[in-house]
C-alpha cells in the first residue's frame, strides 16, 4: 500500500544551477522505478545552512511530495544516501490533514489552469456565410 510522503533534500552548493534539474529529475526517475508517484516539487533555491554539513555552509533546497510503497522508499534511501551531490536528506510521512490540504491544492491547481486555457474558437457554418 502506498503512502504519502514528504521529504526535504539538500544539493551540494557547488552543482551548477543547469545540472539541478538533473538531480531533481534522477530522484524523480528513483521514484518511478520503484513504482511511486510524485505530486509536487518546490524548488526553495539556494540557502544558508543552521550548521556546516560536509564542510557547506549553504546548499540548495527542495521540497518534494510523493506517494510510494514502504519497500520502495528504501530503495530511493539507498539511492540518495549514495549520491555525492546530494548533502542530506529527510523523508516523513504525511498526516491526513495536510494530505487533504495538498490534494485540494492540486485540484485548485487544476481548475485554473482549464480556465486559463482559451476557448476553443467557432468556425461559422456555410449558412451564416451565405446570408
Same mark, same amino acid.
Given at each position: 500500500?502506498?503512502?504519502?510522503?514528504?521529504?526535504?533534500?539538500?544539493?551540494?552548493?557547488?552543482?551548477?544551477?543547469?545540472?539541478?534539474?538533473?538531480?531533481?529529475?534522477?530522484?524523480?526517475?528513483?521514484?518511478?522505478?520503484? #513504482?511511486? !508517484?510524485?505530486? *509536487?516539487?518546490? *524548488?526553495?533555491?539556494?540557502?544558508?545552512?543552521?550548521?556546516?554539513?560536509?564542510?557547506?555552509? #549553504?546548499?540548495?533546497?527542495? %521540497?518534494?511530495?510523493?506517494?510510494?510503497?514502504?519497500?520502495? %522508499?528504501?530503495?530511493?534511501?539507498?539511492? %540518495?544516501?549514495?549520491?555525492?551531490?546530494?548533502?542530506?536528506?529527510?523523508?516523513?510521512? %504525511?498526516? #491526513?490533514? *495536510?494530505?487533504?490540504?495538498?490534494?485540494?491544492?492540486? !485540484?485548485? *491547481?487544476?481548475? /485554473?489552469?482549464?480556465?486559463?486555457?482559451?476557448?476553443?474558437? /467557432?468556425?461559422?457554418?456555410?449558412?451564416?456565410?451565405?446570408?
Amino acid at each position: 500500500m502506498s503512502r504519502y510522503y514528504e521529504m526535504i533534500f539538500i544539493v551540494h552548493p557547488n552543482v551548477p544551477e543547469e545540472e539541478l534539474s538533473v538531480v531533481t529529475d534522477k530522484v524523480t526517475a528513483v521514484i518511478n522505478q520503484n #513504482k511511486g !508517484e510524485v505530486i *509536487k516539487i518546490e *524548488k526553495w533555491g539556494k540557502r544558508r545552512c543552521a550548521h556546516k554539513i560536509k564542510k557547506c555552509a #549553504k546548499g540548495y533546497y527542495f %521540497l518534494l511530495y510523493f506517494m510510494i510503497t514502504p519497500d520502495g %522508499l528504501a530503495g530511493l534511501d539507498r539511492a %540518495l544516501r549514495y549520491d555525492e551531490k546530494i548533502l542530506r536528506y529527510q523523508t516523513v510521512v %504525511l498526516d #491526513k490533514e *495536510k494530505i487533504d490540504a495538498l490534494n485540494k491544492e492540486m !485540484e485548485d *491547481k487544476d481548475q /485554473e489552469a482549464e480556465e486559463n486555457l482559451p476557448a476553443a474558437q /467557432e468556425t461559422p457554418s456555410e449558412e451564416q456565410e451565405i446570408s
